[in-house]
């Protein structure tokens, strides 16, 4: 991979839990990389006081607990810790923000540097505003906006938005301040080495890409579980939903990248061209029909992989009688040439069974003229199972012969595990988007208009469960979400499907 050139690493909530968990320990694991230039700044900024010494106390704690190797080398830390900085900032304040703006200056000048600088924003969203016109202020001061010499560009945390038009009005906001290329909006989900490996699976094969389409795919199922509940972030999630939190970005990411027709180039700006033309084709789902194809539940009382919990209502931040949902259940159609008739279904939440993020694409069944006469039970269709966590790889299942002189048939699978094959713990999602947004390369992130494009498929869906009489289904952790959302599905004579499913029984057939 590509060095990073020398620049500033403005971390906004930088005493918040993201920088803690993710970003420093990016940042560590890309020093201890070589991947970082050895003139990196990194400033946190945040509104909690604290001085460059707890900061990097905390900063170290982080990467000893969360990076690749959970442990620090003292010899790199030692290179590292005098390059992080800390400044308590007011975001509101253009004064704070000058401040702010003369000590970055004063500390490149110092390290003998370079002054571009990459702001991110991993703030609570209330408090993108601000910190956008705070730093639009600095740059119309020194006309440094548009020459991009040397270059600011902003990295801004998810959600971006709440709906589609505040997706366009924060576009609008930061397009007054930085040009599109400037701006780096992070869905983790992009940087997950799995992820990026669909777009190889699709492109660099000859294989998919003539059955890749109505024609021999049944359906697409695509499945990101959790077993924990919403935790400490109950205030922020109440106001979300699963829906808001998962569906409009790691879900239809996922999907894109499966659903999307084959770039012109495999540059930012084509992929991104292909992505927005399949959140553009999805079917409108009408208010209306909002409880027909977008079923929500919500988590109870009880246990899901040996965690307890007394229910979504009475976690903290949560309002009483809530009505957001924790989980979701989708069913989706692409209307254009390649996905005609081929449903989508998706599916998230929290305390279900398994942590597990995959796709399944279910072939459908062969013509059984050999096959269906003798067989006991039809033979089963094909799977390409896509692993995103854990277990990183993909599986095919397929039928084989039971070796005898019976004719059985049975499920079996060709798998293709990460770890076992490369032998390497794959990079954090953010260090490889951190890096990104330093070279400049923004194919990992969202453009303007593709967010824009996927909040107008979620919105008529908010707006029908805002006006439904019914709340969401109650589910009990542990068990994969409402009844409703198996009748989602079994109803068009389908089941979800998920690694670690029991085995298949074997099918006799005469010979
Ligand atoms: C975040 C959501 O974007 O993704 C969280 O806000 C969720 O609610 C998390 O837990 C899941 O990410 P991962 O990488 O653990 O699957």
Sequence with gaps: ?????????????????????????????????????????????????????????????????????????????????????????????????????????????????????????????????????????????????????????????????????????????????????????????????????????????????????????????????????????????????????????????????????????????????????????????????????????QYGAGEAAGVRTAGYLKEKGVATGSVTETFVAAKIFIDNWRWSGTPFYLRTGKFLPRKISEVVVRFRSPPQTLFQKQCESPVYPNDLVIRVQPDEGLSWRLNGKVPGGQLNIKPVAMDFLYRTTFNVEPPDAYERLILDGMLGDQTLFIRGDEAEAAWAVIDPVEKGWARAKTPPQEYAPGTWGPKKANDLIELDGRRWMHSGDEAQPIIACAL
């Design 1 to 297: 991979m590509a060095q990073a050139p020398a620049c500033v690493l403005v971390i906004f909530g930088a005493s918040g839990d993201l920088a803690r968990r993710k970003l420093i320990p990016a940042v560590y694991d890309l020093a201890r990389e070589g991947l970082l230039h050895e003139r990196t700044l990194v400033v946190g900024v945040a509104r909690t006081a604290l001085d460059n010494d707890s900061f990097r106390a905390v900063c170290r704690e982080g990467a000893a607990s969360f990076s690749r190797g959970r442990s620090v080398d003292p010899a790199l830390w030692d290179l590292l810790a005098p390059r992080i900085h800390y400044v308590t900032t007011d975001y509101g304040s253009a004064d704070d923000f000058s401040r702010l703006d003369d000590m970055i200056r004063s500390l490149v000048g110092r390290c003998g540097g370079a002054d571009n600088r990459l702001y991110y924003l991993s703030t609570p969203p209330a408090a993108f505003a601000p910190i956008i016109r705070n730093i639009g202020k600095l740059l119309a001061d020194r006309g440094a906006a548009q020459d991009q010499v040397p270059w600011q560009r902003v990295i801004i945390e998810k959600p971006f938005g709440y709906d589609a038009p505040s997706a366009r009005a924060l576009n609008d906001l930061l397009h007054a301040y930085f040009p599109e290329e400037s701006v780096f909006r992070i869905d983790h989900y992009l940087g997950k080495e799995t992820v990026q490996n669909l777009m190889v699976l699709r492109f660099a094969n000859s294989i998919f890409e003539p059955i890749w389409n109505y024609k021999y795919i049944d359906h697409v199922q695509i499945t990101v579980a959790e077993t924990l509940g919403v935790g400490d972030r109950g205030g922020y999630y109440d106001q979300s939903g699963a829906l808001r939190d998962m569906v409009q970005n790691h879900i239809f990411q996922l999907m894109a990248l499966v659903a999307m027709e084959p770039p012109a180039a495999l540059d930012a700006q084509s992929i991104r061209d292909e992505k927005v033309k399949v959140f553009r084709s999805i079917r409108p789902v009408h208010p209306q029909q909002a409880e027909r194809y977008f079923v929500r539940g």
